[in-house]
Structures are given as C-alpha cells and as structure tokens.
C-alpha cells in the first residue's frame, strides 16, 4: 500500500488557481492512478493541519505494516514546516515530494523546501504527472528489495 497525503489548500485542486494547478480535481487524479495501477491500493489523505499530517505521517511509518511508501504534497508547508520534515525523518518509510507547480519559478518564499532533504527525493513541475512519477519510483523501489 502507497499513502498519497496532500497538504493545505490541495483540496481546492481544480478549482483554486487553475492557471497554475490545472483544471483536474485531485479525486479525478486519484482514480487515474488507481486505475494506471489496479495492483496497488492507493490511500489518500489530505488535511490542512500540519498536525494531523504529522499524526498521520506517525501512524503509517510506525502502525501501518502494509505502507510501503509516502507520496506527500505538503502544500505551503514545504517551505516552513520543520514540524513535518522532523515527522518524515522519524520514520523508515521511502517519502517522495510531490510539487503540481514549479516551486523555483513561483515566488522567492517558495524556492526552498525544508521537507525535501527528509525525503527520498523531490518531483516538482510536472503537474499532476507528479504523482504518477512518485508512485512508479516508490513500486520500482519496493521490487528491487
């Protein structure tokens, strides 16, 4: 099982932004990936409180013996919450970070991730593409052990 956790304001995809997020609702995204890999459950979370995503983070690395691996979306967190790079550092989960938009062309604030050196690597402005790439390194991943 690969968790996909989205962070704040990710539950406006197709809504919020659509120049630079797209028009597609995550919902739609999650069952295009479910279908591109039938063989894979695919679990998805998305909260704006940068504690319940710590919590969640918590509960897969340590209670979830089937959660192979974490695609996370941290949303505007990225760039400040040293609260979830900690989380994702305490666990032994493979993480990948997933951007829709191309951080390092967007405002200065946001050229820096703080989560990124906790994870395994960082995917950003390819889109919803993203996730797909992310799942399909952490399968990859997964085969090789």
Known sequence: MIEIINGPNLNLLGKRQPEIYGTTSFEDCLRELREAFPDTPIEYFQSNCEGEIIDRIHRLGYETPDCTGIIINPGAYAHYS???SDAISSIQLPVIEVHI????ARDEF???SVTAPSCRAMLTGFGLQGYRLALDYLLNLSNRK
Request: positive net charge; glycine residues 0%; proline residues 0%.
């Open 101 to 104: 938009s191309n951080i390092h």
């Open 82 to 84: 040293y609260a979830i």
């Open 110 to 112: 946001r050229h820096k």
